[in-house]
């Protein structure tokens, strides 16, 4: 602490909880209940009008879920938040409060697979469409921008993994076509990098990667920045214009800078309803208290992985921003300076059978669909999640036959390279 301001570690503790008022418990407690009693007929009118604060029915707002909530704006540095029960639903429920049919998003077109595919495939269906820019070339985020376009949509450590993307440089261009820059920061978490101190608008995160970072929950998260004015040109009327259901009540007016964390959840969670659970907020809340330490200790062991892959015969390439002669090294000393995550690439001489070959003989890491686990995890994308594509298409989204993407755990890092050692020996 200084100057009386929490540091991060205190706050990932912390923020937002306080010793349970009914019983004292000093964890937060789990409360796995759907509903809430009012106090009489007058509390249960201001509830349903926006008029006060408090809980109703857990779709929309739980007590163990608002510790998490203030939490991890606390954290990211927002001024408030609201969780979901994924990833994937915290980008359903913020796209939703900004985009109308006939609307566009310019997005990275490097990004996690599963937004790949909601972005290409399901929001067609709410007829928002997708223009894809490339985060090594600027000026395709500005070409892209059209006057349907609201939103532009980034990962700040990319996947699959190695690339760090300049979010300050994109958030000039929003900020100069007056559209919100919504960030998804879950591979680097607010411990490496704070989207909000270079210019983002809103930061999503799966929660169920290292924020959780024990692989046992699902969990999402939209935090509000609180600085884009939603009303400045009417392109977001569900911000600024009256809601019927509100008896009328302007949300960007009545909430100022929380507004949209507001909007996403008395629109879109009420009425799209992926709901965390409580007892799932509980989980993650508890993982978040040591995120500094297993954050730390992910990156110095993915470091150390990925020197020792640089130096090993059977690899051709490494892809890790932490590496000095990478091509993003430059933006992870600004960006990311305490460690370049946990996830990278690399590529083996022997292509698609060595990579499968790896696969097939590691013991000590899993071989599985997911990142962020305390564990070590691995996967083959050639052969699994990227299977369906073409060679060709496989290559352009950093899949390759050759590419194998490692998700480094908090084992210890001798432990973690001799596994890779021994099953490398074998292909
Ligand atoms: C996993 C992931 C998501 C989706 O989150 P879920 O919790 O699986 O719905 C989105 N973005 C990134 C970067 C992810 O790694």
Redesign the pocket.
């Known amino acids: 602490m200084s100057d009386g301001i929490p540091g991060f570690s205190t706050l990932a503790i912390h923020a937002g909880a306080q010793p349970d008022p009914a019983t004292g418990a000093r964890a937060t407690p789990i409360y796995q209940t759907t509903s809430f009693v009012f106090d009489d007929v007058d509390h249960a009118a201001s509830l349903f009008g926006l008029q006060a604060f408090g809980n109703i029915y857990t779709r929309i707002t739980n007590p163990t879920t608002a510790v998490l909530e203030e939490r991890v704006a606390a954290l990211e540095g927002g001024t408030a938040a609201l969780a979901t029960a994924?990833?994937?639903?915290?980008?359903l429920l913020a796209f939703h409060t900004m985009m109308q049919p006939g609307d566009n998003i310019v997005a990275a077109n490097k990004?996690?697979g599963?937004?790949i595919n909601q972005l290409n495939h399901s929001f067609k269906s709410f007829g928002w469409a997708v223009k894809w820019a490339n985060p090594d070339d600027l000026s395709t985020f500005e070409a892209a921008i059209d006057e349907n376009t609201k939103a532009i949509f980034i990962?700040s450590l990319a996947?699959p993994g190695g690339i760090v993307v300049d979010i300050a440089g994109i958030s000039a261009i929003a900020k100069a076509k007056g559209i919100p820059l919504v960030v998804?920061n879950?591979?680097a978490t607010p411990y490496l990098c704070r989207p909000i101190e270079y210019g983002a608008d809103v930061v999503?995160h799966?929660?169920?990667?290292f924020m959780g970072g024990h692989g046992n929950s699902?969990?999402?998260i939209i935090v509000d920045a609180g600085n884009f004015d939603w009303s400045a040109n009417g392109r977001y009327p569900l911000m600024s214009e009256p809601r019927p259901e509100y008896q009328g009540v302007v949300l960007h007016e009545t909430f100022g800078n929380f507004a949209f964390a507001i909007a996403c959840r008395v629109l879109g969670l009420r009425d799209l309803g992926p709901a965390i659970s409580p007892f799932n907020a509980f989980q993650i809340l508890t993982g978040i208290e040591t995120l500094p330490l297993r954050m730390q200790r992910h990156c110095d062991n993915a470091k150390k992985v990925a020197l020792h892959l640089s130096a090993h015969p059977k690899v051709s390439w490494v892809s890790y921003a932490a590496l000095p002669e990478d091509p993003n090294h430059a933006l992870q000393q600004k960006y990311s300076p305490k460690g370049a995550g946990a996830v990278f690439t690399f590529g083996l001489d022997g292509g698609y059978d060595a990579g499968v070959g790896l696969v097939s003989n590691v013991q000590l890491f899993s071989h599985l669909a997911?990142?962020?686990d305390t564990r070590s995890l691995i996967i083959h994308p050639a052969s699994t999640t990227h299977r369906q594509l073409t060679d060709e298409q496989k290559t352009a989204a950093g899949a390759g036959p050759e590419v194998v993407r490692l998700s480094i755990g908090i084992e210890d890092a001798e432990d973690i390279i001799a596994d890779l050692d021994q099953a490398l020996e074998q292909v």
Do not use: V
């Open positions: 994924s990833g994937h639903s915290a980008q990004l996690y599963g937004s990962e996947n998804d879950t591979m999503l799966s929660l169920t990667k699902m969990g999402g997911n990142i962020g």
